[in-house]
């Protein structure tokens, strides 16, 4: 065997294509030329030396001179065969401009959505005459001059400022603000009281109070600080469904009519809760829950989560995620869809409103008890 053969046989060896035949020939041509390229061990590098030397022609065998034609023929072949695959290979990699272009333009990528911004001051103030005035597209200053008062922007809210109460008017005429998703506004009334409204509330309002009381109605969520005044009751109609009677004090009511309870909670003062056939007086730091079915109930309150929504919060303490959401969706003015059981799913934890909703959705998957999905305005909660 020559040297040229036995080279060859060893890249077969490398490439697992020797015959256990020519394996034993291997061997055998070693042990007769005294060579030592065992082939795992240290000699194998000395044979890799020489395989290289071969692929570049630094070995020059003595073989016969058509062998030798018959070598050059097969190179010139392989040069052609190679320089083939090295076009291919760079068109595959590295195409033209022109296509990577055309690639670019054809590939399609989803938008990335947009946070959902939190609410803001917002609302409509309708007059008694009928007149609709959107705030948020007034600066401060007046808003409407009455005979018996007038009504002004200031910041985020209303002032109302009483003028003649013997005027010509008809006092008994309400005004109305009202709240829409996603948004919150405050309103000072014409004996001082001063009221904040969550989103989709409304409160219905003459410019100056006269008779004997000072009512006002209102639906959705309003927390109160009502002026004192012993001989003018302050009475708040709620829906239709409740008074509740104060001389001067703090609370808070929520009436939103996807509810199904209404609850005072007082603050500080007292206040009286009246329905058809009921009536109840709490103290501070408590509660009364009116299912809507002649019965009221009192019990303690946990302030910070009802006073939460006034607080830039949302507080929930071991709170359904359908109740928790419903909150969500009137302070983000989303829609939500649900999938799976939500009966056993509670939420707690304090969380920012002024934030996106991305943050805040974010922050209750960390819980491990539901995922959340958002397309456009509308979110799904999935329950793992």
Request: glycine share 6%.
């Amino acid at each position: 065997m020559s040297e040229e053969q036995y080279l060859s046989l060893c890249e077969q060896y490398f490439a697992g294509k020797c015959s256990p035949e020519e394996i034993s020939l291997l061997l055998s041509y070693q042990s007769e030329n005294g060579l030592n390229h065992d082939f795992d061990g240290p000699g194998k590098e000395q044979l890799r030396l020489l395989l290289l030397a071969r692929i570049h022609h630094d070995i020059a065998p003595q073989v016969p001179r058509r062998i030798w034609f018959r070598s050059i023929t097969f190179r010139i072949a392989a040069s052609i065969a190679a320089s083939i695959l090295v076009f291919i290979f760079i068109h595959s990699f590295y195409k033209p401009a022109e296509i990577q272009h055309q690639q670019v333009n054809v590939k399609k990528t989803e938008p990335i959505p947009a946070d959902i911004a939190p609410g803001s001051a917002n609302a409509v103030l309708t007059l008694a005459d009928g007149k609709s005035i959107h705030l948020d597209e007034h600066k401060n200053g007046l808003l409407n001059d009455q005979q018996s008062g007038v009504i002004s922007k200031s910041g985020d809210g209303i002032v109302l400022t009483a003028k003649d109460k013997k005027a010509g008017e008809n006092l008994a005429a309400l005004n109305k603000i009202s709240i829409p998703r996603a948004g919150k506004y405050n309103i000072t009334l014409s004996d001082g009281t001063k009221v904040w409204l969550n989103s989709s509330s409304s409160l219905s309002f003459p410019t100056v109070f006269s008779g004997n009381t000072r009512k006002v109605l209102l639906s959705g969520e309003g927390y109160f600080e009502v002026a004192k005044d012993k001989k003018k009751p302050f009475i708040i109609d709620v829906n239709g469904r409740q008074q509740v009677e104060v001389l001067g004090t703090h609370f808070n009511i929520s009436a939103f009519e996807d509810d199904q309870n209404i609850t005072t909670t007082l603050l500080e003062g007292s206040v009286k809760v009246n329905t058809k056939n009921k009536s109840a007086l709490i103290k501070p730091g408590e509660m009364v829950v009116n299912n809507l079915d002649d019965r009221l109930m009192v019990k303690q309150a946990d302030i910070d989560e009802v006073m939460a929504w006034k607080n830039e919060l949302f507080v929930f303490s071991n709170e359904n995620i359908t109740s928790v959401m419903k909150k969500i969706s009137r302070w983000y003015d989303v829609e939500v869809d649900y999938k799976g059981n939500m009966d056993h799913i509670n939420i707690e934890g304090n969380y920012s409103r002024s934030k996106g909703l991305k943050s805040l959705l974010k922050n209750i998957e960390m819980l491990d008890k539901v995922d959340f999905s958002v397309k456009e305005r509308r979110v799904t909660v999935i329950a793992k």
